[in-house]
């Protein structure tokens, strides 16, 4: 059966010790570790660590022994590495909070390129928006002077047809004027023409 994997509190319940001991006893003992979906780092408790029986009594470890006398074996570790090991922890710790800061930093900055973006993005879809409306009233400017010039033209054109009509109307009298005259011309004309004794003859 597969070892369970705890979290460092998990952990430390079903030892019966606190966090920070459990997570210096898997660093010492290098306790198979992985990171959790949930960003929580998880630890394998091995076969063989004692783990504090919970029914009868409670200062009894699985193996028989109790906690007095596995305390006084405490000082077999290698004072050394464990103090290695703390000093490791503590540069450890000091890494971590300058990562974190950097993160923070990071972030901010983030935030910051955030706002500046979309402050500039208004700022730019304002000055389309102000390039579009200039431009809708220059084209509306320019479709009224086309349609007056337009109204214009077919002014002109009215009263250029009109002007246009009334010379022909004129020359059209005028020209009725002289057929009646030329009438008139051949008639006289034709008059002369009659001897005399015819023209007093009537």
């Known amino acids: 059966m597969d070892a369970e994997w705890l979290t460092y509190r998990e952990a430390a319940e079903r030892l019966g010790s606190n966090i920070e001991a459990v997570r210096q006893r898997a660093i010492r003992c290098r306790w198979p570790r992985i990171l959790g979906n949930d960003k929580r780092a998880r630890v394998q408790i091995p076969e063989g660590v004692t783990i504090p029986v919970r029914e009868g009594n409670e200062g009894a470890f699985r193996d028989g022994t109790d906690r007095a006398s596995r305390k006084g074996n405490e000082g077999a570790y290698d004072r050394p590495l464990i103090k290695a ?3 490791h922890v503590e540069t450890l710790k000091a890494q971590l909070a300058a990562a974190e800061a950097r993160i923070d930093k990071q972030a ?3 935030v910051a390129y955030d706002a500046a973006y979309a402050g500039g993005l208004a700022a730019e879809r304002a000055k389309v ?12 400017g320019e479709r009224e002077r086309a349609d007056e010039a337009i109204a214009a033209f077919a002014a002109r054109d009215a ?7 009334a010379e022909q109307a004129q020359t059209e009298k005028a020209i009725a004027a002289f057929s009646a005259l030329a009438e008139r011309l051949d008639a006289l ?14």
């Not at 928006?129 to 509306?140: K, S, Y």
């Not at 009263?159 to 009509?165: T, V």
Request: hydrophobic share 50%.
């Open 129 to 140: 928006a102000a390039r579009d409306a200039q431009h809708a009233a220059d084209l509306a």
């Open 85 to 87: 090991l703390e000093a």
């Open 108 to 110: 901010e900055d983030l």
């Open 189 to 202: 004309a034709a008059e002369r023409a009659k001897p005399w004794w015819r023209r007093l003859a009537g």
């Open 159 to 165: 009263q250029h047809a009109a002007e246009l009509k």
